[in-house]
């Protein structure tokens, strides 16, 4: 394997596939890893790779002690490597054909009683804009599974009360997601007490505000999510992702 044959791949990446740069520098290191291994092997052009090879290497990142998702990374940039070669004429066999990645263990997925998640939804309990907008927030979240990014980028115009939905926009689809009367109670009184104070300027359409007036991080929501986790006295970590789906 020459560092030619790796760039003349990632370049095929970059014009055909139109991967992004994160992509591409990744297959590239993985890549140019196994090269220097193949080469301590006396194995120097791609048409001398062989299964044997490529599973001798699998067996090497294991005993180096690299993480499964690591090693699942690093087979899929030789397959898809030696499948170009393939597809280009360079090689005529796939010798990482036979590669299987490792079995990754599954977490057992955290859940949490009835009682807890009423707890925590009930944690922001007063009447500042600031609870009246978490409290939207959060049962908005439980009610409709929506990703952190979805709910800090809704406006005020994508969300439907009398029909009980938002509209969700990724890119140029936009999709509409209903939720329930205990979201739409919490999202009518936090618009009509709460979101005045929040907003900085009454022009802005941003439906959940940060403090200062402006659009709500990521890492802003995660904080207060924590925060009421905490406050609710729940043993485990509370994030989005096992808020919007219990």
């Known amino acids: 394997m020459t ?14 596939k139109q991967t992004s740069q994160n992509t591409e520098v990744s297959y590239e290191r993985d890549l ?27 067996a090497y990142l294991e005993k180096e002690g690299r993480k499964p998702a690591t090693i699942s990374r690093s087979i899929a940039s030789m397959k898809a490597f030696f499948q170009y070669l393939c597809k280009t004429g360079r090689m005529t066999e796939d010798p990482s054909e036979g590669l299987k990645p490792p079995k990754i263990e599954k977490k ?20 500042s804009p600031k609870e009246l907008r978490d409290k939207a927030m959060l049962e908005l979240m ?15 115009s994508d969300v439907n009360l009398a029909m009980e939905y938002v509209i969700c926009t990724d890119g140029q689809e936009q999709r509409m997601v209903p939720f ?23 022009q802005c359409d941003c439906l959940f505000p940060n403090c200062s007036g402006g659009a709500m991080s990521r890492q802003g929501f995660w904080k207060l ?6 406050k609710a006295g729940i043993g485990v ?3 989005p992702h096992l808020l919007g789906h219990l």
């Open 32 to 58: 140019r890893k196994l090269s220097l291994f193949l080469e301590k092997q006396g194995i120097f052009y791609p048409d001398t790779v062989t299964a044997d090879s490529l599973e001798l290497y699998v």
């Open 225 to 230: 999510l924590k925060t009421y986790g905490r």
């Open 180 to 202: 329930g009367s205990v979201a739409k109670e919490a999202l009518v009184v936090y618009m009509e007490r709460g979101r005045s104070g929040m907003v900085a300027d009454m």
């Open 142 to 156: 439980y009610s409709t599974g929506l990703r952190v990014s979805e709910l800090i980028a809704l406006k005020v």
């Open 237 to 239: 970590e509370i994030t």
């Open 108 to 127: 057992v997925p955290v859940s949490l009683s009835q009682e807890e998640i009423r707890t925590l939804l009930n944690q922001p309990a007063g009447n």
């Open 3 to 16: 560092k030619d044959d790796i760039c003349d791949f990632i370049q095929y990446l970059h014009q055909e």
